[in-house]
């Protein structure tokens, strides 16, 4: 159990478009995702956080005109980079916790891979 | 605010030997700590966490965690290293205020030899 998806795994864009992330609960519904960037050896950093049916929460310095986040269903956030550039070119992983006051963690999900060219 | 430090960035240990991947916590209040694990272009798998009870705290894998207050630590430890542990871990602390957002140390790569 406890399972969170995202699609797609890898993309390749070219410079000025945009990508959609998305990040999927199969077995579980999640009130919170979570929303991190990792560079290459380097830890998680957290860009936002959201909560379905409401706006998303961002970290300082993470522009939120430029990476969209939309938590449209209990299972369901999406990440959209606009305009991409190649600086935002990294790994990009989703979380999600389950919607139990009780539950203390977050289910990760496998990654994508984004490169901008 | 909440932080975990891991003070070393590589730990090298040679197969069937103990590990331990340090951890240290700054909180207010109670820790909320975790252990996540890594592979190569994978996200994150979960360990083991302290919430409460039994200081020592047993997880997947064979791995183990002890929760020191004196100490302010959180060292992961498994008593025999596999090959196949060779990746990268986490230790994280649960935000009190908000969303209780995870807040992450900076990684730690564990290399096991043969």
């Known amino acids: 159990g406890a399972v969170v998806s995202q699609h797609p795994s890898w993309v390749i864009c070219k410079s000025g478009t945009s990508v959609k992330i998305e990040c999927r609960s199969l077995d579980f519904q999640a009130t919170t995702m979570f929303w991190y960037r990792q560079f290459p050896k380097q830890s998680l950093m957290l860009m936002a956080t959201s909560n379905e049916g409401s706006k998303a929460t961002y970290e300082q310095g993470v522009e939120k005109d430029k990476f969209l986040i939309n938590h449209a269903s209990l299972t369901l956030s999406t990440l959209t980079v606009t305009s991409a550039h190649p600086e935002d070119s990294s790994f990009y992983i989703c979380s999600a916790r389950p919607g139990s006051p009780s539950s203390y963690e977050q289910y990760f999900g496998p990654g994508t891979r984004l490169t901008v060219t | 605010a909440q932080s975990v430090a891991q003070p070393e960035d590589q730990v090298n240990v040679a197969e069937g030997n103990p590990l331990t991947v340090k951890c240290t916590y700054s909180v207010s209040g109670n820790p909320y700590l975790f252990w996540y694990v890594q592979y190569p272009n994978r996200g994150l798998q979960f360990l083991l966490k302290?919430?409460?009870?039994?200081?020592l705290v047993k997880g997947s894998y064979g791995f183990e965690a002890e929760f020191n207050k004196s100490q302010t630590s959180f060292h992961l430890k498994k008593p025999s290293a596999l090959v196949s542990d060779s990746a990268l871990y986490f230790c994280?602390?649960?935000?009190?205020?908000?969303?209780?957002?995870?807040?992450f140390g900076t990684g730690t790569r564990l290399l096991v030899s043969p």
């Open positions: 302290y919430i409460t009870g039994d200081n």
């Open positions: 994280a602390v649960r935000d009190v205020s908000g969303f209780q957002k995870l807040v």
